[in-house]
């Protein structure tokens, strides 16, 4: 049952008053500053929260949410928070974060119009067209909704990987890993897909890995 917005208020106090009573500094920490060591790049799906299923509170994670967990080059919102999280926060570790049953994933496998999204999908689609053997293969939708998923993540820690900020970061001699993982929301577990990249050689084609004379 969906909660009213007065709900909001009263479940912040009764928050508020919780915490205050567990962790009597907890909110005089926090007003100091953030030193999250993980930037989460995650779906804007409100079934798949960062803290909550993760085990950690307010000030651990810096978060990013859009739909389908997307890194797109072009986002100015992304590469901002990319950039804050990297080179002021100085974060150690950067997640993609999918999920199964993504309606953003699901809806880019078919053609129907949906609206101003459409344009948002279509990135979606581009990597089910570099996985499209693959994929197709699959005759279960489920399944292959699922895999399609997985195979979106994968590829955008490669994207991650691609951008100019982590690049110089690596050049630079930070120690930051990006890593891929899927949240099942029917049973509360994280998947490591292992697909961890840590430096620029490991990204998947040369033509991306950008040389170190502007660093």
Known sequence: MAISYSELFDNNKRWVDETNKNRPEFFQTLAKGQHPNFLWIGCSDSRVPANEITGTVPGDIFVHRNIANMVIHTDMSMLSVLDYSVNVL???????????????????????????????????????????????????????????????????????????????????????????????????????????????SQIDDKVYQFTTDLV
Do not use: P
């Open 90 to 200: 100085g974060v150690k570790h950067i997640i993609v974060c999918g999920h199964y049953g993504c309606g953003g994933v699901i809806t880019a496998m078919g053609n129907q119009q949906v609206g101003l999204i459409d344009n948002w999908l279509r990135h979606i689609k581009d990597v089910y067209r570099l996985h499209k053997d693959e994929l197709n293969a699959i005759e279960d939708l489920k399944e292959r909704s699922n895999r399609f998923v997985e195979l979106n993540v994968q590829e955008q820690v490669q994207d991650l990987a691609k951008t100019s900020i982590v690049q110089n970061a690596w050049a630079q001699g930070k120690n930051i890993q990006v890593h891929g993982l899927v949240y099942d929301i029917a049973n509360g577990i994280l998947k490591d897909l292992n697909v961890m990249v840590e430096r620029t």
